[in-house]
């Protein structure tokens, strides 16, 4: 097996590095989830502070530091920049092919699993896009998988389901571990998800030794509360329980309301992972929806109903859940290549595993993706074309007259993937099933890092290139800066806003409309126009973009 990953598997990683890596610090982090955890690390090498993390040199109660300790520490290496910010997801997006192509033909049963899996994770929209970007997920959800994975394991050991290593106590703590991890990177979720998953698998079994579920439970939630008390312990006796009773409160509104207007339709998710997932998530509906039951009892049976059961749990989760975002889902992207990159190795003996069907329905999926992302330099050109769709929305309006140069030759980008599932499907019917969906795979790939290189930087100077050229030309000044009606991270990060001696200063009214020591600059919205307008010695100094300022001078002292 290990001249097989020589000759295979490290050629995915290789390629993996070269797609994840070069021309990643290229755009300006996105607000706000991108800033936001860049901005703590941030703001840890300034205070010198890698204990709490901060906002404005406030406390910062929404999420556990692991994930931006990774931060901090690329940071420390590579200097306050995009890429530091974004070089650990890249890095763990390596970590995360790699482990799921040495699980896989482990698990799976099938050879050649392993391989397809990390290849549909590689070549699928948005699980690639994630490990270029710079928020906490591709992190927590792999710690999450190893703590599914290790409780597979000690599931599997315990019924004599296959050989492994170490005791089925072992692999039950290995699991807490990796869980405890989750937690602290984003919160109780990582302790949530493989919890029900667990019970899922359990009430599968009726469940029969039930000893057997309170004794590894017991051992995994031990050890995951241990794992976390390395940091919420110390963070408890230094600050008392503030933290842990406001950082519960947010997990809780999360859950029960839309928060900060991310509301959505109940099958958002559904949607979202059907296509932001392409091409896995339509090779994998016949292994979640209409699979054959693995009759014998052995590891692959318990892997394969542990990833039905993750993405089952998350989808029903997240669309319960009030708030909708986009990345709530992306732990569903696990069962999603797995059940794709398993399909495809079935195929390989059995051409039929993958219908006709099927395959017409990603045919046309892929060109109409590829047609849609091919018309965006004509529409970049013809920008007339998109204004009728925001005549309610004058931000958006005003966000279409930035000055965007739009190459017609980069709408190569949607015809390779055109090209890429034409090709696939024409060899497919040639039954060379490994040639066929390695160019699968490698073309999407490919696809979403030509569209990302292209086109990512020409949507970010619609939507906040204004304002954010205007707070890195206020690096060097010593000043107050304060979005008005609406949140951002982006002015502190890239203005890199130093600790305010002055408490007032994290006073929001007291930067509206009080007697300033310092210039202000209050940052808006055009829809926020008038309130600015209205602040006591205001006067506006900048407008582009739909992006507002108004500046306050210092109120002198009365004599």
């Excluded at 495809?344 to 099927?358: D, G, M, R, W």
Aim: charged share 15%; aromatic share 16%.
């Amino acid at each position: 097996m290990e001249t097989n990953y020589g000759k295979t598997y490290w050629w995915i990683l290789a390629v993996a590095a070269i797609l994840f890596i070069p021309f990643t610090g290229n755009v300006h982090l996105f607000d706000w989830d991108e800033i936001n955890f860049a901005e703590c690390a941030r703001e840890m090498l300034v205070s010198h502070d890698y204990f709490q993390p901060q906002i404005n040199f406030q406390p910062f109660w929404e999420k556990p530091p692991l994930f931006i300790w990774l931060q901090a520490l690329s940071m420390r290496l590579l200097g306050v920049n995009e890429l530091a910010a974004r070089l650990p997801n890249a890095l763990v997006g390596l970590l995360t092919l790699f482990t799921i192509m040495r699980v896989g033909d482990k698990m799976s049963g099938t050879a050649h699993t392993g391989k397809y899996w990390a290849l549909a994770f590689l070549g699928s929209i948005l699980p690639h896009l994630y490990f270029r970007s710079g928020i906490i997920d591709p992190l927590f959800n792999y710690f999450m998988f190893l703590g599914i994975l290790y409780y597979g394991y000690a599931f599997a050991k315990a019924n004599r389901l296959g050989t492994f290593r170490y005791s089925t106590y072992t692999y039950a703590a290995l699991s807490g571990l990796f869980i405890g991890l989750g937690v602290l990177t984003k919160g109780p979720v990582a302790y949530l998800i493989p919890a029900l998953v667990i019970f899922i698998e359990w009430s599968i079994r009726r469940f029969r030794n039930f000893k057997l579920l309170l004794v590894h439970m017991t051992i995994l939630s031990v050890t995951a509360l241990l794992t976390t008390l390395l940091w919420f312990g110390p963070d408890l006796i230094m600050n008392g329980p503030w933290f842990l009773k406001t950082f519960i409160t947010y997990q809780i509104r999360l859950f029960s309301t839309p928060d900060a207007g991310h509301g959505g339709f109940f099958g958002y998710h559904f949607v979202v992972l059907l296509f932001g997932v392409f091409p896995a998530s339509f090779l994998a509906i016949r292994g979640l929806i209409f699979r054959k039951e693995i009759r014998k009892k052995n590891k692959t049976l318990i892997f394969n109903r542990l990833m039905s059961a993750t993405f089952w749990v998350v989808l029903v989760l997240f669309t319960i859940v009030k708030s909708k975002i986009v990345h709530y889902s992306s732990m569903a992207y696990f069962p999603l290549t797995y059940y794709a990159g398993f399909a495809v190795a079935k195929t390989i003996k059995n051409p039929n595993e993958i219908p006709l069907s099927l395959k017409k329905v990603i045919l046309f999926v892929g060109i109409v993706i590829g047609l849609i992302v091919a018309s965006v330099p004509f529409l970049g050109h013809h920008i007339e074309l998109l204004k009728p769709f925001f005549e309610q929305d004058k931000f958006a309006l005003a966000n279409l007259e930035a000055t965007v140069h739009w190459p017609l030759w980069q709408g190569i980008a949607g015809l390779e993937l055109i090209a890429t599932v034409v090709a696939w499907y024409l060899i497919c019917q040639r039954n060379k099933t490994k040639t066929a969906y390695t160019l699968l795979f490698l073309g999407t790939a490919l696809f979403v890092w030509l569209t990302l290189s292209f086109y990512i930087k020409k949507i970010e100077k619609y939507s906040q290139n204004a304002a954010i050229e205007f707070f890195k030309s206020k690096q060097e000044e010593d000043c107050y800066i304060l979005p008005v009606g609406y949140k951002s991270y982006a002015h502190l990060f890239y203005a890199k806003i130093k600790p305010h001696h002055n408490k007032k200063a994290y006073d929001t009214d007291w930067l509206t409309d009080g007697p300033v020591d310092k210039t202000t600059y209050l940052v808006g919205k055009i829809t926020s126009l008038n309130y600015l307008k209205n602040r006591p010695d205001a006067k506006e100094i900048y407008r582009k973009n739909g992006f507002i300022v108004f500046v306050r001078h210092p109120t002198k002292p009365t004599q």
